[in-house]
């Protein structure tokens, strides 16, 4: 393989002669083959972001020769367009901070701005310089840190997009099965029956308020600690720099950015980032709820509760023939374990920093990425695969509701909470309806009893005439109490 020779201050590294990165890549490319991945683009594209914005500053400010201020500009500017994406080749489990990611895209921008003033492909020996001039007045302290913030934030974007989606197909899927009278459950068991649409506008209400929180902890991404160096103190970076990048990098991303009031606790606290990742997990905690509740509601189709049918995605079997497994839904609940275990791991990371840095950046901002990128793919995929083409069978759902043991519950009014009870009891154990025992027994009249266990006027009791049985002391039923 044709090689060329890199230097930094250990002294020299072979680079391939292809390669636009430099010394100190080739040595994490050695130090760190730990999971075979490569760096989010994400991170990438918000660190080139940086180094483009940096750039137009010292040009700007004087402090750095236009000649040279352009051509990087320039090399940032292909990056962003697409170009040398397979150069940023970094581990995400690499040394603290995040120095090895960093220099990789210094190095790179180097070698591309020093081939466009006409000098040749390196880091090293190039016209442009990693650190004096790509990376002059930053730090790695300041630079990846900043980046995952963004990067994080144009994630959190794309997620967020995705929930309104699911939230919508939700509200609509609620109101096309309002009519739909179907048993409660609670504890597994049969409980008061309740509209179709309304299970399935909680889920929708649900997704909305988590939305709200998401939306809320990531706007906590958009305050930056960029010009705080090495410490936070800003030492090497120049008057007013610190301002026109967060300026510039505002207008590149039309998001209100904003300088943090304190450039030492930006650089030693994962605060914002714990922020978010604790509320998509919590999120992840509600979603695998609910797609354990569509695959309970799909079990069947003959042996289970079978009162929904998803869309049929792919056969559920190698064995068995003609089964068909709720396999988006599966999908999730998976999905979801890892963001949870994510969300510890960030966690972890956050309570990790010592004294003016937290090392751990590059492990959080890896899974921090991850989390945003499955779930919000996950999402969209949920929405589209399982939610949209979900069918209620209306004809179940009816016989659930008529045979449920807990329309007893509309009796405990009339007759009191232990006949009501025992009326339960007795229908269980003959393996009859509510009705059919309250008639056999005689308790009411027929026409009364079957007002009163009509599932259709327990659903809204609050504009029933079933919600407002007389308790009365006119009762013919001695002890009978609206307990219950």
């Known amino acids: 393989m044709d090689a060329r020779t890199e230097r930094d201050s250990l002294g020299e590294m072979r680079v391939p002669a292809e390669a636009y990165w430099g010394a100190q890549t080739a040595r994490a490319i050695e130090n760190y083959p730990i999971s075979g991945l490569r760096p989010h683009p994400a991170l990438v594209e918000n660190t080139v972001r940086i180094k483009l914005a940096a750039a137009r500053a010292h040009e700007a400010l004087g ?45 790179v921008i180097a070698s591309r701005a020093s081939e466009i003033l006409g000098g040749p492909r390196s880091a090293s020996g190039g016209l442009v310089h990693p650190n004096d001039h790509v990376n002059r007045g930053q730090s790695t302290n300041d630079v990846f840190p900043t980046a995952m913030r963004l990067a994080g934030y144009r994630l959190a974007l794309r997620l967020l997009e995705a929930l309104d989606d699911l939230a919508a197909a939700l509200r609509e899927k609620s109101r096309e099965t309002m009519g739909v009278i179907k048993s409660g459950r609670t504890h597994l068991q049969d409980a008061a029956p309740i509209r179709f649409g309304r299970e399935i506008g909680a889920w929708a209400e649900n997704a909305e308020r988590h939305r709200q929180e998401i939306a809320r902890t990531a706007s906590g991404l958009l ?97 068995m023939p003609g089964k068909i497994n709720p396999s988006i839904p599966e999908m999730v609940g998976q999905v979801c374990a890892r963001v949870i275990g994510n969300d510890a791991t960030i966690g972890f990371c956050a309570a990790s920093g010592q004294l003016e840095l937290n ?22 995929v949920f929405t589209d695969r399982c939610v949209r083409g ?67 006027r327990m659903v809204d009791p609050a504009e029933s005439p079933a919600g407002s049985v007389s308790t009365s002391a006119s009762s013919p039923f001695p002890g009978a109490s609206p307990r219950g």
């Open 359 to 380: 090392v751990f950046f590059p492990v959080a901002a890896h899974t921090l990425l991850e989390t945003e990128t499955i779930l919000a793919n996950t999402i969209r």
């Open 223 to 319: 305050e930056l600690g960029i010009g705080g160096t090495a410490v936070g103190t800003g030492l090497s970076a120049p008057r007013g720099f610190r301002e026109r990048v967060v300026a510039d990098l505002a207008e590149q991303l039309g998001w209100p950015l904003r300088s943090s009031d304190d450039l030492f606790e930006a650089m030693q606290s994962l605060r914002p980032v714990a922020g978010l990742s604790a509320a998509l997990r919590n999120f992840a905690l509600d979603l695998f709820r609910i797609s354990s509740d569509l695959r309970l509601l799909s079990s069947g189709p003959l042996t289970g509760l079978s009162e929904i049918r998803l869309p049929e995605v792919q056969p559920g079997s190698s064995i």
């Open 390 to 456: 979900l069918k209620v069978d209306e004809a179940r759902c009816a016989q659930y509701a008529e045979r449920s043991q807990q329309l007893v519950l509309a009796l405990a009014p009339r007759i009191g909470y232990e006949r009501a009870a025992r009326i339960a009891r007795n229908a269980l154990a003959a393996r009859k309806t509510i009705l059919e025992q309250v008639l056999e027994e005689g308790l009411l009249p027929e026409e009364e009893a079957r007002a009163l266990l009509d599932p259709a």
């Open 63 to 107: 402090t750095l020769s236009p000649r040279i201020a352009r051509a990087i500009q320039r090399a940032c500017e292909e990056i962003l367009g697409g170009a040398l994406a397979d150069q940023f080749v970094v581990d995400p489990y690499q040394a603290g901070a995040g120095t090895s990611h960093h220099m990789n895209v210094n190095e």
